[in-house]
């Protein structure tokens, strides 16, 4: 029996993540892999987007600056230093996990490596901190190789993994992908889209859940980028993967 725990996008919120990964039975309360995430029999997804907290609150908490400044270059220094910092935490414990720990390539990630957009969030915040032409700061060579390497999909049996949808061009960041809106709706308008593209079953972040996961009714997909509302996805596949794993949605918070 293989079970994976998926999370929803990370967006800096690394308390969340730790918590959400300490609740599982994947890794141990000093951040090690369990045994069980050693031998494989027990996986886990992150659907991306590590960096980039989604509000300028929360770049305050992060820092530690109080009225945190997206254009002051100490400030996203500070900003820079934090999330690498994090990043280096997270891939040493993803090192030591087998290969059984796995970690999708979102759009975030993807305009922190190549700076060809400049990205914002729906609250108004800029994301320039790793952005050397706006004050912010390069990411080091190392994370960027090991960003660079996460996959745009995973694919066990005939369930789907991905940070946006079931699309081939859902995963290219570029002009289309940020001037059209449907890989934000479609999985209201369009869910039969996972089926159409031979999958029993898919696992998708990027679009924020506010209410917490959206297990499709007719269970075809799982939005699930909803960490900071303490949920996660737990997928149990049964001998044959190409059948439809039961998915059970799991809380870290009280």
Same mark, same amino acid.
């Given at each position: 029996?293989?079970?994976?725990?998926?999370?929803?996008?990370?967006?800096?919120?690394?308390?969340?993540?730790?918590?959400?990964?300490?609740?599982?039975?994947?890794?141990?309360?000093?951040?090690?892999?369990?045994?069980?995430?050693?031998?494989?029999?027990?996986?886990?997804?992150?659907?991306?987007?590590?960096?980039?907290?989604?509000?300028?609150?929360?770049?305050?908490?992060?820092?530690?600056?109080?009225?945190?400044?997206?254009?002051?270059?100490?400030?996203?220094?500070?900003?820079?230093?934090?999330?690498?910092?994090?990043? +280096? !935490?997270?891939?040493? &414990?993803?090192?030591?996990? %087998?290969?059984?720990?796995?970690?999708? @390539? *979102?759009?975030?990630?993807?305009?922190?490596?190549?700076?060809?957009?400049?990205?914002?969030?729906?609250?108004?915040?800029?994301?320039?901190?790793?952005?050397?032409?706006?004050?912010?700061?390069?990411?080091?060579?190392?994370?960027?190789?090991?960003?660079?390497?996460?996959?745009?999909?995973?694919?066990?049996?005939?369930?789907?993994?991905?940070?946006?949808?079931?699309?081939?061009?859902?995963?290219?960041?570029?002009?289309?992908?940020?001037? +059209? !809106?449907?890989?934000? &709706?479609?999985?209201?308008? %369009?869910?039969?889209?996972?089926?159409? @593209? *031979?999958?029993?079953?898919?696992?998708?972040?990027?679009?924020?859940?506010?209410?917490?996961?959206?297990?499709?009714?007719?269970?075809?997909?799982?939005?699930?980028?909803?960490?900071?509302?303490?949920?996660?996805?737990?997928?149990?596949?049964?001998?044959?993967?190409?059948?439809?794993?039961?998915?059970?949605?799991?809380?870290?918070?009280?």
């Amino acid at each position: 029996m293989l079970k994976i725990y998926a999370i929803g996008d990370v967006h800096a919120s690394w308390g969340d993540l730790w918590r959400a990964l300490k609740s599982t039975p994947l890794i141990d309360d000093q951040g090690s892999p369990t045994a069980l995430m050693k031998t494989g029999d027990y996986q886990l997804i992150l659907t991306g987007d590590l960096i980039h907290p989604k509000t300028q609150m929360e770049y305050s908490l992060m820092t530690g600056i109080d009225n945190f400044d997206p254009e002051n270059p100490q400030h996203l220094s500070s900003a820079a230093r934090s999330q690498i910092r994090e990043l +280096n !935490r997270l891939k040493r &414990t993803y090192d030591a996990c %087998n290969g059984n720990m796995h970690i999708l @390539f *979102g759009n975030h990630d993807d305009a922190a490596l190549t700076h060809k957009f400049s990205l914002g969030s729906g609250f108004g915040t800029k994301h320039n901190e790793f952005d050397p032409e706006k004050g912010g700061r390069e990411f080091p060579d190392e994370l960027k190789a090991w960003v660079a390497s996460f996959p745009r999909e995973i694919i066990v049996g005939r369930t789907h993994f991905a940070h946006v949808g079931p699309m081939p061009t859902h995963a290219i960041f570029d002009e289309f992908f940020y001037s +059209n !809106r449907e890989h934000k &709706t479609w999985w209201e308008k %369009n869910p039969e889209w996972v089926p159409m @593209f *031979g999958y029993v079953f898919g696992v998708y972040g990027h679009t924020v859940m506010k209410e917490g996961i959206h297990l499709d009714p007719e269970e075809r997909l799982a939005m699930i980028d909803a960490l900071d509302t303490g949920q996660i996805l737990e997928l149990t596949f049964g001998p044959d993967l190409s059948q439809k794993p039961e998915a059970r949605i799991l809380s870290f918070k009280s």
